[in-house]
């Protein structure tokens, strides 16, 4: 077994967002996400291809302040671009073993380098383009959503959130997509968007996210991501934003 532990980017290291590079191209497929407002928190996003059939991709919630988090970001992108590439690049892999190991070397990164516990739930996702099947592990995350002709079901944390326990690890199931499928993961600031109703305030929920989601066309994960964040857009009115509101879409099209 490889080590699971990579080294960290000192949190001096780091002053800047670290880059954040287009979407790969996925045939018979589609992924893309984007955020609204500001990006005033700890939501980060990224995606890559890590080998000829596979695309790996994550949304993670940093507790915190983006300024405070940014350190956090570089290190764990370092190891889920290139400890990530590592691990899922082989053809005959165990994809679920895979994805185990890659989250506990996040997990333990995102320890080494806060000096301590710091909470990061995290859906982390790995999609087989000749099967059509995704591979995942959602580490005390806000449930994906995944919408096919049977309607929408959620799915669940399958562990602790990273960067609590250095030895945590999370479950990795596999699901099959079907053809015009949709996977929907939001970050928190989406669930817990409120608006002022009279003296009291509305919480958008994932109910109020299953019914735009419901509703939305089957045009493209850019779309979706677009269709969905401007409905919590909608919802919140001008409410403050207090937190990262970020979706990130995966559509099988074929």
Do not use: W
Not at 119 to 126: K, Q
């Amino acid at each position: 077994m490889r080590s699971l532990f990579r080294s960290s980017v000192p949190t001096n290291a780091v002053t800047v967002d670290p880059v954040q590079a287009p979407f790969p191209k996925i045939k018979g497929a589609d992924i893309a996400a984007d955020f609204l407002g500001k990006r005033v928190a700890g939501d980060f996003y990224d995606s890559l291809r890590v080998s000829p059939e596979r695309v790996l991709f994550g949304l993670l919630d940093v507790a915190g302040r983006r300024e405070d988090n940014l350190a956090i970001f570089a290190a764990a992108q370092e190891i889920f671009r290139n400890f990530g590439s590592e691990l899922f690049s082989r053809p005959d892999i165990n994809e679920s073993e895979a994805m185990t190991e890659l989250s506990l070397s996040l997990n333990r990164t995102l320890i080494d380098t806060s000096h301590g516990v710091h909470p990061c739930p995290a859906f982390i996702g790995c999609y087989h383009e000749k099967f059509g099947t995704l591979c995942y592990s959602n580490a005390g995350h806000t449930p994906g959503l995944l919408r096919d002709s049977r309607g929408i079901v959620q799915l669940g944390s399958t562990g602790l959130p990273l960067g609590l326990f250095s030895h945590a690890t999370a479950e990795a199931p596999t699901i099959g997509l079907e053809k015009d499928a949709a996977l929907l993961l939001v970050s928190r600031g989406v669930i817990e968007c409120e608006r002022l109703n009279g003296h009291s305030t509305e919480e958008f929920g994932l109910k109020g996210l299953n019914d735009p989601f419901q509703a939305a066309p089957v045009s493209g994960a850019k779309a979706l991501c677009h269709f969905i964040l401007s409905s919590v857009g909608d919802f919140r009115g001008k409410s403050p934003q207090c937190d990262d509101q970020t979706a990130l879409a995966l559509v099988r099209t074929a």
